[in-house]
């Protein structure tokens, strides 16, 4: 991918059989991404579509996981496994119901529209909830005596105890709003509502998505990268979340 990004037009569909090097590198394949389409106001988009949807589904994960995991009521047991039974049903049978609850609401070309269907998630709340009830109750039972409320024994005790997995959960969702593709290109067809994942098949449909191969890379190239970035430097966490996530005892 990045070496065809760096090979000219002329360069690449002269290569019958596709070689690992560039003779003649060229930077006009990722000129041409940008100007093609508004490619920066897509990374723009994205942006504030993935830190709004992460904060916001941050709030209901953390909030749910622990009332599931430490506040007692009624028919908690059963609410809990009726939230289990939603990971068996398909995204795609979901899509139609929200495409349609959206339209009513006449939130089409909207980041309300695009936002809201995603701001919560029963894996993550799942992940979370296993994670809290690994912090010892009698904490919970003692904070409780000593006239602590829930909010701040949840802020002061079990989200800096719970961090990795939290910090897991943020980069996960962050990765799926940034390549979220089925639900923007649904639910939108106003340029100034466009993700990066548009942006790609916008430029296919500008007439040089499968001429001009290299172009496209670098298109791909360029909204790869953040990503790319954004695992390296946190795997380690990620790894350990999702390890103590899924670790009782």
Do not use: H
């Not at 939130?107 to 919560?120: C, E, K, Y």
């Not at 800096?160 to 709003?177: A, R």
């Not at 290299?214 to 970035?229: E, H, Q, Y």
């Amino acid at each position: 991918m990045i070496l065809t990004s760096i090979k000219s037009y002329s360069s690449y569909n002269s290569e019958y059989v596709p070689k690992f090097i560039a003779l003649s590198p060229t930077v006009e394949n990722y000129v041409t991404a940008f100007t093609a389409v508004p490619l920066a106001k897509y990374f723009l988009n994205t942006i504030v579509f993935t830190v709004i949807t992460t904060g916001m589904m941050l709030v209901v994960v953390v909030l749910s996981a622990f009332a599931f995991a430490r506040l007692d009521f009624k028919g908690k047991d059963l609410l809990f496994s009726l939230f289990l039974s939603l990971m068996m049903i398909p995204n795609e049978l979901v899509i139609i119901t929200n495409f349609v609850t959206i339209t009513n609401l006449n939130m089409r070309n909207t980041f309300s529209g695009l936002i809201l269907p995603s701001v919560t998630s029963v894996f993550y709340i799942y992940l979370l909830k296993e994670n809290f009830e690994q912090i010892p109750e009698n904490l919970y039972k003692a904070a409780k005596v000593d006239g602590t409320s829930d909010f701040r024994y949840l802020f002061r005790v079990m989200i800096p105890i719970s961090k990795p997995t939290i910090v897991t959960i943020t980069i996960l969702k962050v990765i799926e709003c940034w390549n979220s593709y089925v639900w923007p290109r649904l639910i939108t067809d106003d340029q100034n509502y466009f993700l990066v994942s548009n942006g790609i098949q916008e430029i296919r449909e500008n007439g040089f998505g499968r001429e001009n191969v290299p172009a496209m890379m670098a298109a791909v190239v360029v909204i790869s990268v953040p990503l790319v970035v954004l695992f390296l430097v946190f795997r380690d966490k990620i790894m350990e979340g999702v390890a103590r996530g899924g670790t009782k005892g």
